[in-house]
């Protein structure tokens, strides 16, 4: 099983930055690629970005140029810098790691951004 904790949400208006936090543990050898999505009321969930265990990164056309995912192999930890926010940003953001067959998900951190 693999654990991950998200951290960093909060509110913040229109303009500015969040830094998220994913910290998996568990039995994490083996984890392949973590990510980050997002949900917001009454829509699907939709993948923000990923990041494998090589390096390869993916970005949603909604926040190239804007949000910027990182990882440090040390804190088997997850980052995503999002500046310049809008208020469509606005959602739950959930981690997600994949392993083998299996996806694990984080509890969720809500980023609300105002106008």
């Known amino acids: 099983q693999v654990q991950l904790v998200e951290s960093g949400g909060g509110l913040v208006q229109a303009g500015g930055s969040l830094r998220l936090s994913c910290a998996a543990s568990?039995?994490?050898?083996?984890?392949?690629?973590m990510g980050w999505y997002r949900q917001a009321p009454g829509k699907q969930r939709d993948l923000v970005a990923r990041?494998?265990?090589?390096?390869?990164?993916y970005y949603a056309d909604s926040v190239k140029g804007r949000f910027t995912i990182s990882r440090d192999n040390a804190k088997n930890t997850v980052y995503l810098q999002m500046n310049s926010l809008k208020p469509e940003d606005t959602a739950v953001y959930y981690c997600?790691?994949?392993?083998?067959?299996?996806?694990?998900w984080g509890q969720g951190t809500q980023v609300t951004v105002s106008s």
């Open positions: 568990g039995s994490i050898f083996g984890i392949n690629r």
């Open positions: 990041i494998t265990s090589s390096g390869s990164i």
């Open positions: 997600n790691a994949l392993k083998g067959w299996n996806d694990y």
